[in-house]
C-alpha cells in the first residue's frame, strides 16, 4: 500500500524568509500526481501546488515549488518570502488513480513576525 | 468559480443517533468522496462514488456508514449510529475524472465538524 511520510510536525520561519516541509512517499507504481495541500485554522483544505511524476520539471506556483525527486521517492515544499497568512498545516498527498488521495501527518507552519 | 459546499459546517450529536452530512459538489463532476480527519491526525479515506455506486472504500467505512446521492445534486453520507470516536471533521471532495485517469483535481469543502456526545 502506497504511503506517505512528513517527518517534520511542526516547522517555523521568520516572515520574508524562506522554508522547506518535506515530504516522502512509498510506492511501486511509476505514474502518479503529488499534491501539497493547506489547511488554515479555518480546516478547509486547498490545494497549493501538484506534480505529475512522469515530469521532470519541478512545478511551481508563484511563491511556492516543490523538489520532487523520483528516485528517491521525494517531494518537498519550498515556500519563498514566507507571509503571516502561509501560516497553516500543510498535508503531502499522493494519489495514484485508485479513487482516493493518500495523505501524509502533516506539519504545521508557524511564521514569525 | 465552482465550489464544493457542505452542510452543516457543525453539528452536535448524542451518541447512538443518526447524523447525515450533506454535500453539494461541483455540478460537472462525476466523482465523489468522503474524507476523515480527527483532530490533530491525518486526513483519511473514507469511500468513493461514481456512477451511483461506491467505487472504493476504506476498513474505516463499515457497516454503519452510508453514502447516497439522491436527486443528482446532493451527495450525502449517513452514519446511523454514531459512536464518541465518530468525532472528526468530514470532507466531501469532488473531480471531474478519477479512476485510471490521473490527471484531474479533487476540490475539497469546507469540511463539517461532527461532535459526537
Known amino acids: 500500500a502506497q504511503t506517505v511520510t512528513q517527518s517534520q510536525p511542526e516547522m517555523s520561519v521568520q516572515e520574508a524568509e524562506t522554508v522547506t516541509l518535506s515530504c516522502t512517499y512509498d510506492t511501486s507504481e511509476s505514474d502518479y500526481y503529488l499534491f501539497w495541500y493547506k489547511q488554515p485554522p479555518s480546516r478547509q483544505m486547498i490545494l497549493v501546488i501538484r506534480q505529475e511524476a512522469y515530469k521532470q520539471q519541478n512545478a511551481t506556483e508563484n511563491r511556492f515549488s516543490v523538489n520532487f525527486q523520483k528516485a528517491a521517492k521525494s517531494f518537498s515544499l519550498k515556500i519563498s518570502d514566507s507571509q503571516l497568512g502561509d501560516a497553516a498545516m500543510y498535508f503531502c498527498?499522493?494519489?495514484?488513480?485508485?479513487?482516493?488521495?493518500?495523505f501524509g501527518q502533516g506539519t504545521r507552519l508557524t511564521i514569525n513576525p | 468559480e465552482p465550489e464544493v459546499t457542505q452542510t452543516p459546517s457543525h453539528q452536535v450529536t448524542q451518541m447512538g443517533q443518526e447524523v447525515i452530512l450533506r454535500c453539494v459538489p461541483i455540478?460537472?463532476?462525476?466523482?465523489f468522496y468522503w474524507y476523515r480527519q480527527i483532530l490533530g491526525q491525518k486526513v483519511e479515506f473514507l469511500v468513493s462514488f461514481y456512477n451511483n455506486e461506491i467505487s472504493e472504500k476504506s476498513e474505516i467505512f463499515d457497516d454503519q456508514f452510508s453514502v447516497e446521492r439522491p436527486d443528482g445534486s446532493n451527495f450525502t453520507l449517513k452514519i446511523r449510529s454514531t459512536k464518541l470516536e465518530d468525532s472528526a471533521m468530514y470532507f466531501c471532495?469532488?473531480?471531474?475524472?478519477?479512476?485510471?485517469?490521473?490527471?484531474?483535481?479533487?476540490?475539497f469543502g469546507q469540511g463539517t465538524r461532527l461532535t459526537v456526545v
Open positions: 471532495a469532488s473531480s471531474a475524472k478519477g479512476g485510471g485517469d490521473l490527471n484531474t483535481e479533487a476540490f
Open positions: 498527498a499522493y494519489y495514484q488513480g485508485a479513487q482516493k488521495l493518500v
Open positions: 455540478s460537472n463532476h462525476l466523482y
